[in-house]
């Protein structure tokens, strides 16, 4: 495996259900990022890791809970959603923040569907 | 605060014409980055290009090039002899010296037809 992966890439899930996104990376970068991308939306960020340490969280509501147990893996956790929460939820990694030159690089997506 | 604008929502343009895509950002840092990246259907946003503040040379790699200008305060992206799998949405994306944090733009269609 190469790049950024993600599974699953497609998940419909109601709204009781708990489920979780895995993220993984191939690149030996030690930063990990979740964002929602949602119709007609910009790209948001939801969560930022550095060395396993979560050091952004962009006002997420607590039904969607991140992971990072270590540079290679990140998962973001979900219970209770709500159908708004349907989207294309993007993992990417990099180089740590603060690092002088670093491009994000992005995996596939999880397209998410809540009924 | 810092904005990035991508004020062309769709273009469309037949195989072989050149198509430029426009990025207008805002921001009060004097070091920065600027970003380019493609998402084809499939859904993964490809890494083009990345541009700092402080090196205004413009930028080809192949058929795509860059043109960034402090002046005006753009980054626009022009596409030479375009192709069918040209066709994605591109982002215009900034980022400001040691933060995380990338300010996307809403994206540019670009469909190229045959």
């Known amino acids: 495996e190469t790049g950024v992966t993600q599974t699953p890439r497609h998940l419909v899930m109601g709204m009781t259900n708990k489920k979780s996104l895995k993220c993984e990376q191939h690149l030996g970068h030690n930063a990990m990022y979740w964002y929602k991308q949602s119709a007609k939306k910009p790209l948001e960020l939801m969560f930022v890791y550095s060395l396993e340490e979560r050091v952004e969280n962009n006002s997420v509501p607590s039904r969607f809970s991140p992971e990072c147990p270590n540079s290679s893996h990140l998962f973001l956790h979900l219970h209770t959603l709500q159908p708004e929460d349907s989207a294309l939820y993007l993992c990417?990694?990099?180089?740590?923040?603060?690092?002088?030159?670093?491009?994000?690089?992005f995996g596939p997506g999880t397209r998410l569907t809540v009924t | 605060a810092q904005k990035v604008t991508q004020a062309q929502t769709e273009i469309s343009v037949v195989e072989k014409e050149d198509v430029t895509l426009d990025c207008v950002y805002e921001t009060r840092d004097t070091t920065y980055y600027l970003f380019w990246y493609k998402q084809p259907p499939s859904g993964e946003l490809v890494f083009l290009i990345r541009?700092?503040?402080?090196?205004?040379q413009n930028e080809i790699s192949g058929r795509y090039s860059w043109n960034f200008q402090k002046s005006t305060s753009s980054f626009n992206f022009t596409i030479t002899a375009s192709q069918v799998v040209d066709s994605a949405v591109y982002f215009c994306a900034l980022r400001n010296s040691g933060y995380s944090t990338l300010t996307f733009g809403k994206g540019t269609m670009l469909l190229v037809s045959p």
């Open positions: 541009r700092n503040s402080f090196d205004e």
């Open positions: 990417a990694s990099s180089q740590a923040p603060g690092t002088a030159f670093y491009e994000q690089y």
